[in-house]
């Protein structure tokens, strides 16, 4: 019986060498695909994405969502303040053009805020949303309150009839004045 290790050393076959055979195509080792990123498919809920991981933990994410593309560039973990690019709203040339430059690139993250300045127009609306938060956020608390009041209405013809709306109203009108002078809001 010849053991594996005993048939490889005579062989002289060697780790890391491309391999040929006259009717297979050359393959390569994982040994030559560093620096290259590691890349993942994923899908769900009507979209679709695709993941590069880079050294240096990096990570770019293309996502298509029925006809709208999104990609962002990030340092791992991602979370707020991490993205070098957000952008969203893209065609499918811009996402091509934008994943074979940070493909190419030798100086992802430069290359990546280069990409920022260049798409600045498709920012997401997050990053839109952290601009204007400055500019206008009473009109946006109104908006977000009046969405509640309609709710509460909803609620009350709901079970109009059924009980007894008043008692039921004042009761939660003193927790929710409770609630609102703990916070420190005044009335």
């Known amino acids: 019986m010849i053991k594996l290790t005993s048939l490889i050393k005579e062989s002289s076959i060697r780790l890391g060498k491309i391999y040929t055979d006259k009717d297979l195509p050359p393959f390569k080792t994982n040994y030559q695909n560093e620096g290259q990123p590691k890349v993942k498919r994923g899908s769900g809920r009507g979209s679709s994405w695709m993941s590069y991981d880079f050294p240096g933990s990096i990570r770019m994410q293309i996502t298509k969502a029925g006809n709208k593309w999104q990609a962002w560039l990030s340092k791992l973990p991602s979370g707020p303040g991490t993205h070098v690019f957000d952008l969203t709203g893209l065609s499918k040339m811009d996402v091509e053009k934008i994943k074979d430059v940070i493909l190419n690139s030798n100086n992802i993250l430069k ?34 309150l009046n969405k509640v009041n309609n709710n509460i209405f909803k609620i009350m013809l709901k079970y109009e009839g059924k009980a007894d709306i008043n008692a039921v109203f004042s009761s939660w009108m003193l927790g929710l004045h409770a609630k609102l002078k703990k916070a420190g809001v005044t009335l």
């Open 111 to 144: 290359t990546g805020k280069q990409i920022q300045s260049k798409y600045n127009r498709y920012k997401t609306n997050s990053e839109i949303k952290e601009a204007n938060l400055n500019e206008a956020p009473d009109n946006d608390m109104f908006k977000a």
